[in-house]
């Protein structure tokens, strides 16, 4: 017991030491205690996560980010009660402030041991996404490596693992040597030709009982993989996407894995190369599937998809097939032989997807002559590639018999000159869902690109996804008059700009929710009051999205006040650099966001209907972002969510009293000789009396 006490002593002073090199940076303003020094989380006090209770950290979330943030890592909560442990981007990493460390404390050692200690002390972290370069920096600090390992309970609770970096990092995932609840599992290395080492066979063989999902998507090894015998006993797994390029044994353990008869898998993606094509197992188990509904093979030869053509000829599980081709040298053409023989064979297929292949006109004819007379399959797709000039034109000419059936071009290259290259609505072979509406500019006639615009908008069937494809800049009157079309619809959700320009004008569509903005023109980046304005004015947005070329452009600090004052955004990222603002208001913005969109679930859950849970609620009531969140953490249907979403709303204006802390359980009165009007008040009262008031208009003492 005494040698206990003293070796939690011992990781007590070594994490004060380390959060004390840490909190040396000047922390924030207004975030200094009464005597003048910088807070201080609590490391010695254990996880309060049970049955019934969620953990205290929970709600002390930014507290912990201050630490966290300066070092490149965040806490926030993915679901109620469920943490997530992120690392920063190696595209975000470089807003740490490497000259803020002492040199025996450096931010990847502070990084790594939070990586390593956190989720074995707090069961509450169930989610670890590292996807960026973690060096192995406690190797040549014994004293932290030592705390770092030591945990209160020696082993996590972890349920899904993202481990995605440039380069291999196998020695820092022996974080994961004490977890065995693994629930998904994703682990995509860019470069290195290590040997995956047999700790990792071990994971999968302890994690065999609860593993759903698992991605690997390593380098080109130059070893077998013995951890690939361990595929077998997985007989949870639903989706499996192994990408492991020239090791053959990766075809015949997924083939095991297929013939095993407790098999659960209904989504396979494969890399099938030039080495493993010769592998009859993998064919045979393909073709006698029963379970798998989805299948993605990426190849580098047309070997690969001739033998899965053949293999599913005669299937009548698989409904959803993608080919991708992924040759480092020449185009490969289509397997337009074979694809015709598989449209004649097999009608259990309702979407195909070939993804880089070269496309000619004489393969159109041969697909789009079996293709009409395959009545199962709705949807076939084109994405990418090579797609020459009379393949598009024979394309125009099989149209009538391929209406009302869909046929999608989606961004590929044009094999003719520039001077004959028409606007992408050369693309535009067929239309998109219903749902969904793409416009595009042409060179001239910018007339034409607004009215296309207004008639796509008054469909009969609700546009939900816009897309605008500008050639070039906008007039201003034009540019208006396009804000607002667009903020005149009620039920466009998703809006994608490529090629945008309507940075001058006002952006403010009663339901957006997603926004994402693709490479413009360089007199139309936007400022930084634009991207606020857009934040401010439209507060059902969740989700938004910026090209890489914006980095060094927009000035950041203009967006905090339209970033701060959103309460629905969960999700802002921008491609390549940008500089945060200090004190990280880009994280710390969307953690609180999610922080008060699951106590907005608490509430509507009933798991907590205190002061606190009812706030949340009553400002994010009307947003998309709670019924996304809503349905993620009860797994129920849209309607059933709504109705919740609605009781809730109900029961706070019933018990608005007793939400607010005004009284324990109920309003009691007693007669005075006079009257007894509170006592005679029914539900329908206090709604009404609710309706004036809000949850913040009682002040705490």
């Known amino acids: 017991m005494l040698l206990l006490d003293r070796r939690k002593t011992l990781v007590a002073m070594n994490c004060q030491r380390l959060l004390s090199s840490v909190m040396k940076r000047q922390p924030p303003p207004g975030l200094l205690t009464e005597s003048g020094n910088p ?101 040549a600090m014994p004293e932290l490596a030592s705390a770092a390992m030591s945990g209160a309970w020696r082993r996590t609770c972890l349920r899904n693992v993202s481990w995605s970096t440039p380069s291999e990092n196998w020695q820092e995932l022996s974080v994961l040597a004490v977890t065995s609840t693994l629930k998904a599992l994703d682990v995509s290395f860019g470069a290195g030709k290590n040997q995956v080492p047999e700790e990792f066979s071990h994971l999968l063989r302890r994690s065999a009982q609860h593993l759903t999902k698992l991605r690997l998507r390593l380098p080109r090894q130059q ?28 075809p015949s353990s997924v083939a095991r894995l297929l013939e095993s008869g407790a098999c659960n898998l209904q989504k396979l993606t494969i890399f099938y190369s030039k080495q493993t094509t010769g592998s009859p197992k993998f064919i045979q188990a393909l073709r006698g599937n029963q379970t798998v509904s989805d299948v993605q093979v990426i190849g580098d030869c047309s070997e690969s998809f001739r033998a899965v053509c053949e293999a599913l000829k ?82 125009r000419v099989n149209r009538p018999t391929l209406i009302p059936r869909a046929i999608y071009l989606e961004s590929p290259r044009i094999m003719q000159s520039p001077e004959e290259w028409e606007p992408t609505k050369t693309l535009d072979v067929f239309p998109g869902p219903d749902y969904y509406l793409q416009v595009n500019q042409p060179r001239q006639h910018d007339g034409q690109f607004l009215e296309e615009l207004r008639s796509g908008l008054a469909k009969a069937v609700p546009v939900r996804e816009v897309t605008l494809n500008f050639s070039h800049p906008l007039e201003p009157s034009l540019a208006s008059k396009v804000s607002s079309t667009l903020c005149a619809a009620k039920t466009v959700t998703t809006l994608n700009l490529a090629k945008w320009d309507l940075s001058n004008v006002t952006l403010a569509l009663p339901r957006l929710y997603t926004a994402v903005f693709g490479g413009g023109h360089s007199q139309a980046q936007p400022s930084g009051k634009w991207v606020s304005d857009l934040l401010a004015g439209n507060r059902s947005i969740a989700r938004v999205e910026f090209d890489a070329y914006l980095n060094d452009v927009v000035p950041w600090p203009e967006v905090a006040p339209g970033l701060c004052n959103n309460f629905s955004v969960t999700s802002f990222k921008v491609g390549g650099r940008f500089r945060d603002l200090p004190d990280f208001v880009v994280s710390r913005t969307t953690t609180r966001n999610l922080s008060l969109l699951n106590d907005a679930v608490r509430f509507i859950t009933g798991a907590d209907v205190g002061r606190r849970c009812g706030m949340a609620f009553e400002c994010l009531a009307a947003l998309p972002a709670l019924r996304e969140q809503l349905l993620n953490a009860t797994g129920s249907s849209e309607s059933h969510a709504e109705d919740l979403v609605q009781k809730a709303t109900k029961f706070l204006a019933e018990n608005y009293f007793v939400v607010t802390g005004v009284v324990r359980r109920s309003v009691q009165c007693y007669p005075t000789g006079l009257a007894w009007q509170l006592d005679a008040l029914d539900a329908i009262c206090w709604r009404a009396v609710a309706n004036k008031l809000s949850v913040s208009d009682v002040l705490l003492e």
């Open 39 to 139: 807070p201080r989380i609590d490391l010695e006090r254990a996880c309060t996560a049970g049955s019934r209770q969620e953990c205290w950290l929970c709600f002390d979330l930014t507290m912990w980010n201050e630490t966290l943030n300066p070092i490149g890592l965040n806490l926030s909560e993915a679901e109620p009660g469920k943490l997530t442990l992120s690392t920063f981007t190696e595209q975000e990493h470089w807003l740490v402030n490497f000259n803020d460390f002492p040199p025996e404390f450096p931010p990847n050692a502070c990084a790594t041991f939070f990586i390593v200690w956190l989720p074995r002390k707090h069961h509450c972290i169930q989610y670890l996404v590292v996807d960026r370069n973690v060096p192995s920096a406690l190797r």
């Open 223 to 250: 070893v077998e993989c013995c951890f690939l015998d361990e595929l077998a006993s997985c007989r949870s797994l639903e989706e499996l996407d192994v990408q492991i390029p020239h090791v053959r044994s990766v």
């Open 314 to 395: 005669q299937n009548t599980v698989v409904k959803r097939l993608a080919l991708l081709a992924r040759s480092e040298k020449d185009w490969l053409r289509v397997p337009a032989r074979f694809l015709a023989l598989l449209l004649r064979k097999n009608s259990a297929l309702t979407r195909l997807t070939l993804e880089d292949f070269e496309l000619t006109r004489d393969d159109v004819a041969m697909i789009a002559s079996t293709y009409k007379h395959n009545t199962g399959l709705a949807s076939l797709y084109f994405v990418g590639g090579l797609v020459h000039a009379d393949a598009i034109q024979e394309f």
